[in-house]
DNA sequence: TCATTAAGTATGC
DNA sequence: GCATACTTAATGA
């Protein structure tokens, strides 16, 4: 295992008020990991024996229905922390988590957890924080699943994705990860096809460049327009 | 307006 | 060359 340097931590937010001999005491007692795309870091139900942070990548927040079908709930970007079951009083994970590219992740076991808590300053209202965006984030996209035509879903999809993730390319701004029309699909509670047909529709407009797996906003403004949402 | 079915092409290991 | 990703048209709720 390569050895961690403890610039890794220095400014992400749950750690940014802590001194270095305290930032080296947490990344002496991680494990670090790779995960090919696609893999699953933990899966949805299982007991949560740990709780982690994304040094790099990105990853899918799934949950599954009874029919088997899979819903993508969030993203997960460098810096966050995840699987903080612990936060939630949960002993199970309530989601699966899956490397939408290959990435790289800390962890520590959950019994570290209340002492994180007790003895490192902004580490639980960080937590409590990002726990508090994520659910603000998803009852956005909830309401606007119940409220907004199949279009403007996916338009949002595509600038949440963006927003989390954007690069800027010579062409525009890149979605940073590999993104399936299905996996759109699984975002916005559509079908592949639906999706494959706006993107399409939307290329020949000049709003995007896509090509398999990746997708390239070109006209980011039509796109927000496009999206319903004012700004 | 959108899902479903179906039948195709393109792409990459 | 096979599986996976993507496209498109037709049909009907």
Redesign the pocket.
């Known amino acids: 295992m390569p050895k961690l340097d403890e610039s890794l931590l220095l400014d992400l937010p749950p750690f940014s008020l802590l001194e270095r001999s305290q930032i080296r005491e947490i990344l002496n007692r991680a494990v670090s990991k790779r995960y090919e795309e696609g893999t699953a870091i933990f899966r949805e139900g299982h007991d949560a024996d740990r709780f982690y942070l994304l040094l790099d990548g990105y990853l899918r927040v799934v949950r599954s229905t009874p029919g088997g079908d899979q819903v993508i709930v969030l993203h997960i970007s460098p810096g966050q922390l995840f699987g903080i079951a612990p936060a939630l009083r949960r002993d199970t994970y309530p989601a699966t988590s899956i490397a939408a590219a290959e990435s790289i992740a800390l962890s520590w076991p959950v019994s570290l957890w209340p002492e994180f808590v007790a003895n490192y300053p902004g580490f639980a209202t960080e937590s409590y924080k990002t726990l508090g965006e994520r659910l603000g984030q998803i009852q956005e996209t909830l309401t606007e699943m119940a409220t907004q035509?199949?279009?403007k879903r996916v338009a949002c999809a595509l600038l949440r994705m963006v927003n989390q993730s954007g690069r800027k390319s010579d062409a525009g701004i890149e979605i940073a990860f590999p993104?399936?029309?299905?996996?759109i699909?699984e975002m916005t509670?559509?079908?592949?096809?639906?999706?494959?047909?706006l993107?399409?529709a939307w290329?020949k407009d000049g709003v995007v460049s896509?090509?398999?797996?990746?997708i390239v906003v070109t006209d980011p403004h039509r796109l927000v327009v496009l999206s319903g949402l004012q700004s």
């Not at 559509?190 to 047909?197: A, N, Y």
């Not at 896509?210 to 990746?214: D, G, I, L, N, V």
């Open positions: 035509a199949v279009e993104v399936t029309r299905q996996n699909s509670g559509t079908t592949l096809h639906t999706v494959s047909r993107l399409s290329q896509s090509t398999r797996k990746h």
